[in-house]
């Protein structure tokens, strides 16, 4: 808590003390739980601001368990890759096309298990790219970061 927040609380309790015109155990029990909402809110402060001119975005990567289990808390672990630009697509022999994700890398992050990333970026168009932890899954999804925005975007499971 900071000098600033620890005065604001002991005037918050002075005055709760001179209202109440004694201590009780009510009185104290109240100064207990503001002094720990202070505490709790203390390191509530703006989490991730976003750098000037950039965007930001946040998202897991989804647990691949084949069939979608959509009470499934949490995230996987895993690397994700940040690519700028789009995906296109190239037509293949067997009459199909693939997908060609663009090659300019501009961060990458290791997240754990139910953890989220979070990148600043350049407003623009973005692939995530996910690489499963102790497997070789790779997963992707384009996104679009806005300017002073949050962008939230998971990457979706790719066996389902």
């Given at each position: 808590m900071s000098k600033r927040q620890t005065r604001i609380?002991?005037?918050?309790?002075?005055e709760l003390m001179a209202r109440?015109?004694?201590?009780?155990?009510s009185t104290l029990g109240g100064i207990a739980v503001l002094t720990g909402l202070m505490?709790?809110?203390?390191?509530c402060s703006a989490a991730h601001p976003i750098p000037r001119g950039d965007g930001q975005v946040v998202g897991g990567i989804a647990a691949c368990v084949g069939a979608p289990e959509l009470h499934r808390p949490g995230f996987v672990a895993g690397t994700v890759l940040v690519l700028r630009g789009t995906v296109s697509e190239t037509p293949t022999?067997?009459?199909?096309?693939?997908?060609?994700?663009?090659?300019d890398q501009v961060a990458s992050h290791y997240v754990s298990k139910l953890r989220e990333y979070r990148f600043d970026l350049k407003p623009?168009?973005?692939?995530?790219?996910?690489?499963?932890?102790?497997s070789n899954v790779v997963s992707?999804?384009?996104?679009?970061?806005?300017?002073?925005?949050?962008?939230?975007?998971?990457?979706p499971s790719p066996c389902i």
């Open positions: 609380t002991v005037l918050i309790m002075r109440m015109g004694k201590v009780t155990a505490i709790v809110l203390s390191g022999q067997a009459n199909g096309n693939v997908a060609v994700l663009p090659t623009g168009r973005y692939v995530l790219v996910a690489h499963y932890a102790k992707w999804v384009p996104t679009v970061i806005r300017q002073a925005k949050v962008t939230k975007q998971s990457i």
